[in-house]
């Protein structure tokens, strides 16, 4: 499907733990949905030693390699990039599932008007867990509900989280106290507010399926995302560039990459409904 776009082609990274059967049950998703109908190539990432890890992709008709155990999320991304020659990245760990009720025709279109995002310059990076089928172990409401009051509940949040019910002077102490935290929470505000866009419109611009936020206050998370691999290089190199340490957990890589520079380059990251779970 990505070459249908302005000849772009689109590949799926699959970053996997050494979870067999997670994989497993992810990749029938995939086929029942028919996301390989959207992308051009595939492979699956996973740590030494997983062999069975690399016994389920090859069933399956995938090509995988291996990274290195103490090279951790940030190893599995370069392996991908190395892996895949496509425009277009498609990040998914091994637990992300298609939502169950967007298949075919549907889900191709959601697909398409990210990638779209990408191509047209709009976006430097989409998200694509479905965005307003509320998880909470995201806490991507509550989160923003501490240090800001919820103006009005979003209207396709299908299963809203519990939100702080502090008084409105407490979260203003908050926001004074933790004036950064504060900041960095604005970006979930989409996922919570009917209307975003207009209680901040310095940072959110409305879409016509979604929104484009920037990096100053929507921090990178490791969840499905579609990127260009060049782009993906670039945050990799600046990373290098800053001579972070890194451990083996992908939560590392979530700390080191949101940091002063993340924030000050201004990304735009798109929030659309979304495909995975």
């Given at each position: 499907?990505?070459?249908?776009?302005?000849?772009?082609?689109?590949?799926?990274?699959?970053?996997?733990?050494?979870?067999?059967?997670?994989?497993?049950?992810?990749?029938?998703?995939?086929?029942?949905?028919?996301?390989?109908?959207?992308?051009?190539?595939?492979?699956?990432?996973?740590?030494?030693?997983?062999d069975?890890?690399a016994?389920?992709?090859?069933?399956?008709?995938?090509?995988?390699v291996?990274?290195?155990?103490?090279?951790?999320?940030?190893?599995?991304?370069?392996?991908?990039?190395?892996?895949?020659?496509?425009?277009y990245?498609?990040?998914?760990?091994?637990?992300?599932?298609?939502?169950?009720?967007?298949?075919?025709?549907?889900?191709?279109?959601?697909?398409?008007?990210?990638l779209?995002?990408?191509?047209?310059?709009?976006?430097?990076?989409?998200?694509?867990?479905?965005?307003?089928?509320?998880?909470?172990?995201?806490?991507?409401?509550?989160?923003?509900?501490?240090?800001?009051?919820?103006?009005?509940?979003?209207?396709?949040?299908?299963?809203?989280?519990?939100?702080?019910?502090?008084?409105?002077?407490?979260?203003?102490?908050?926001?004074?106290?933790?004036?950064?935290?504060?900041?960095?929470?604005?970006?979930?505000?989409v996922y919570?507010?009917?209307?975003?866009?207009?209680?901040?419109?310095?940072?959110?611009?409305?879409?016509?399926?979604?929104?484009?936020?920037?990096?100053?206050v929507?921090?990178?998370?490791?969840?499905?995302?579609?990127?260009?691999?060049?782009?993906?290089?670039?945050?990799?190199?600046?990373?290098?560039a800053?001579?972070?340490?890194?451990?083996?957990?992908?939560?590392?890589?979530e700390?080191?990459?949101?940091?002063?520079?993340?924030?000050?380059?201004?990304?735009?990251?798109g929030?659309?409904?979304?495909?995975?779970?």
């Amino acid at each position: 499907m990505g070459k249908i776009i302005q000849e772009k082609n689109v590949g799926l990274a699959l970053l996997c733990d050494n979870a067999p059967y997670t994989l497993a049950m992810s990749l029938s998703s995939y086929e029942r949905s028919g996301l390989y109908n959207c992308v051009d190539a595939s492979c699956v990432v996973y740590p030494d030693g997983a062999d069975k890890v690399a016994q389920v992709a090859a069933e399956r008709g995938l090509p995988s390699v291996s990274s290195a155990l103490d090279a951790g999320f940030i190893g599995e991304l370069y392996k991908a990039i190395a892996s895949l020659d496509t425009d277009y990245i498609l990040l998914v760990e091994d637990d992300c599932l298609v939502w169950e009720h967007l298949k075919g025709e549907e889900l191709e279109r959601e697909f398409r008007l990210a990638l779209e995002l990408l191509v047209s310059g709009q976006a430097d990076m989409v998200r694509l867990r479905h965005a307003w089928r509320g998880n909470k172990r995201k806490k991507s409401a509550y989160t923003y509900s501490y240090y800001h009051s919820v103006q009005q509940l979003s209207s396709r949040w299908v299963h809203p989280e519990a939100l702080s019910d502090a008084p409105d002077w407490i979260k203003t102490i908050r926001r004074k106290l933790h004036p950064c935290r504060a900041k960095r929470s604005i970006g979930r505000s989409v996922y919570v507010e009917e209307n975003p866009h207009e209680i901040f419109p310095e940072y959110i611009r409305k879409i016509e399926e979604g929104y484009i936020i920037d990096s100053a206050v929507f921090q990178w998370t490791n969840q499905p995302t579609l990127i260009a691999r060049d782009t993906l290089r670039k945050i990799l190199l600046s990373l290098r560039a800053t001579n972070k340490s890194i451990g083996p957990l992908s939560e590392d890589f979530e700390y080191a990459v949101n940091n002063v520079k993340w924030r000050s380059a201004h990304m735009n990251i798109g929030v659309v409904r979304g495909i995975f779970t």
